[in-house]
């Protein structure tokens, strides 16, 4: 969404237009969503974190700096509500169980049968893998890798500077990489 038109949905918002957000929702819902998974692994919490961001966002509107891009500021939202959950979890004791997977990106349909297979597959391994990993790396892999995020957005949405995000993406990728080995997959296979 470009820069400008979310400013004018947040100033509508601010004026009362509570339906001017439904399109930021739409507009970082599936990021979001995968995001929250990589954190949470399991689908029920991330749409509860997701659902939580959400409201906290739009009800703190008034202190958010319209100069900034809303997406950064929101991802920094939901990281905050997925490690509150994860320190919920920890504090009952609960197992992180991944109940449901979710696709990185949307199937294309022109993928025959044999595709969407292999891709559910590579899909499976992935999300594995990245079970096998401690949080700040999947964090991490999913905001740049999975999302696509520059360095200078990760910065903002963890409250790190630069070369420290060069430097986790580095060392989470490498301990992707070791997780795939240890599964016996080889990241580079046909």
């Known amino acids: 969404m ?3 038109v979310e400013r004018e949905l947040i100033l509508k ?4 237009g509570a339906q001017f957000y439904e399109p930021l929702v739409r507009a970082y819902e599936a990021s979001g969503l995968r995001l929250a998974m ?4 399991n689908g029920d919490d991330a749409r509860d974190a997701l659902q939580d961001a ?3 966002a739009y009800t703190s ?3 958010f ?3 900034r891009s809303f997406g950064p500021w929101f991802f920094q939202i939901l990281r905050n509500q997925c490690r509150d959950m994860i320190r919920s979890r920890q504090s009952r004791g609960k197992l992180e169980v991944r109940d449901e997977r979710l696709e ?3 199937a294309d349909f022109e993928d025959g049968p044999e595709r969407a297979r292999q891709r559910r597959a590579a899909t499976e391994v992935l999300w594995d893998g990245l079970a096998r990993i401690g949080e700040e790396h999947r964090e991490i892999l999913v905001l740049k890798e999975l999302e696509g995020f520059r360095y200078s ?3 903002k949405i963890l409250d790190l500077p630069e070369g420290t995000v060069a430097s986790r993406l580095y060392h989470a990728r490498n301990a992707l990489k070791s997780a795939l080995d240890e599964m016996g997959v080889s990241p580079f296979e046909g």
């Open 38 to 41: 990589g954190m949470l692994g």
């Open 61 to 63: 509107l008034d202190r």
């Open 13 to 16: 918002c601010r004026s009362g």
């Open 54 to 56: 959400f409201v906290k």
């Open 153 to 155: 957005e990760i910065a």
């Open 65 to 67: 700096d319209s100069k």
């Open 2 to 4: 470009q820069p400008e």
């Open 104 to 106: 990185f990106r949307p």
